[in-house]
Nanobody, 126 residues
Framework: QVQLVESGGGLVQPGGSLRLSCVFS????????MGWFRQVQGKEREYLVG?????????YFAYSVAGRFTISRDNAKNTVYLQMNNLEPEDTAVYYC??????????????????WGKGTLVTVSS
């Protein structure tokens, strides 16, 4: 059974950086596109960015994170990362990784993903 476990969240000051990790287990990681989402309390889950199975293609959707967030993956470590720079209080949310079986472009909505992690909380505050 596929499992996704996020880590790396925490409290950071505005302007700071964090790197989130998501470890994949239970199947062949390299057969999955991966995505990062976030959810602010009381709001719908928001797609941020996805990466295809090999790491050769990424799809950024959220304008609010363009130029600040970067997705990457290490298939040898079964891990996908989200590097977050210049964090703002508005980035405070629970961040989720998700996996989508297939070798196409990463889906840009949550309906395209098959498996989800439980999330990691990021709080940006002074």
């Amino acid at each position: 059974q596929v499992q996704l476990v996020e880590s790396g969240g925490g409290l950071v000051q505005p302007g700071g950086s964090l790197r989130l990790s998501c470890v994949f287990s239970g199947h062949s990681f390299s057969q999955y596109a991966m995505g990062w989402f976030r959810q602010v309390q009381g709001k719908e889950r928001e797609y941020l960015v996805g990466i295809n199975y090999s790491g050769s293609s990424t799809e950024y959707f959220a304008y609010s994170v363009a130029g600040r967030f970067t997705i990457s993956r290490d298939n040898a470590k079964n891990t996908v990362y989200l590097q977050m720079n210049n964090l703002e209080p508005e980035d405070t949310a629970v961040y989720y990784c998700a996996a989508s079986l297939g070798v196409g472009s990463p889906p840009m909505n949550e309906n395209g993903y098959d498996y989800w992690g439980k999330g990691t909380l990021v709080t940006v505050s002074s």
